[in-house]
């Protein structure tokens, strides 16, 4: 089965880092970008960034530079997303999506619930 | 870059047909032909349902279809359904090499 399987809910204080993962199966992962977008409670799709596992060329939205850091280890077909200080403001569900060939996102993880709160 | 516009809310009728707008700039909308739509159901992740601003995946019904004029697109549902109620954002590509894809703000479609 084609899929993207995100990590689980995370539970953490402002100040303290986070890593978060997508690991992609049934399909050939280092030939498709992993896109990252957030969806803050109640709130529309904001689109973080992407990653091409199979040289790990990134790019990130300017909302989203230096804010976060995308990566990937295509030898376990992983995507990843970081924190190194997170803020309340970062409480939001984060999706990993699959980039298709016209720009469109044609397969989503189901999501991982980040919550910062002191 | 600035979030695409989308009407907060649509609704209609079962079997009606609904067409939802999608507003960007001669930078995004208007300068490539993808633009992409997603429905997301409360609590789920999206899910593609148009792409290439008028494809539509394999296994997505034929009652949802996508247009683009000058700046503007739209997703048009016909025959509306009560599974059809839920959220849809629009996404167009940007052509820049770091923002590269910027979303709508989302339309919440009412089933009555």
């Known amino acids: 089965e084609v899929q993207l399987v995100q990590s689980g809910a995370e539970v953490k204080k402002p100040g303290e880092s986070l890593k978060i993962s997508c690991k992609g199966s049934?399909?050939?992962?280092?030939?498709?970008?992993i896109g990252w977008v957030r969806q803050r409670p109640g709130k529309g799709l904001e689109w973080m960034g992407i990653i091409y596992p199979g040289d790990s060329d990134t790019r990130y939205s300017p909302s989203f530079q230096g804010q976060v850091t995308i990566s990937a280890d295509k030898s376990i077909s992983t995507a990843y997303l970081q924190w190194s200080s997170l803020k309340a403001s970062d409480t939001a569900i984060y999706y990993c999506?699959?980039?298709?060939?016209?720009?469109?996102?044609?397969?989503w993880g189901r999501g991982t619930l980040v919550t910062v709160s002191s | 870059q600035s979030a695409l516009t989308q009407p907060a809310s649509v609704s209609g009728s079962p079997g009606q047909s609904i067409t939802i707008s999608c507003t960007g700039t001669?930078?995004?909308?208007?300068?490539?032909?993808?633009v992409s739509w997603y429905r997301q159901h409360p609590g789920k992740a999206p899910k593609l349902m148009i792409y290439?601003?008028?494809k539509r995946p394999s296994g997505v019904s034929n009652r949802f279809s996508g247009s683009k004029s000058g700046n503007m697109a739209s997703l048009t549902i016909s025959g509306l359904q009560a599974e059809d109620e839920a959220d849809y954002y629009c996404c167009s590509y940007t052509g820049s090499s770091t923002f590269d894809v910027v979303f709508g703000g989302g339309t919440k479609l009412t089933v009555l």
């Open positions: 001669s930078s995004d909308v208007g300068s490539y032909n993808l």
């Open positions: 049934g399909y050939r992962f280092i030939s498709y970008w």
């Open positions: 999506a699959r980039r298709g060939d016209y720009v469109d996102l044609d397969l």
């Open positions: 290439e601003g008028s």
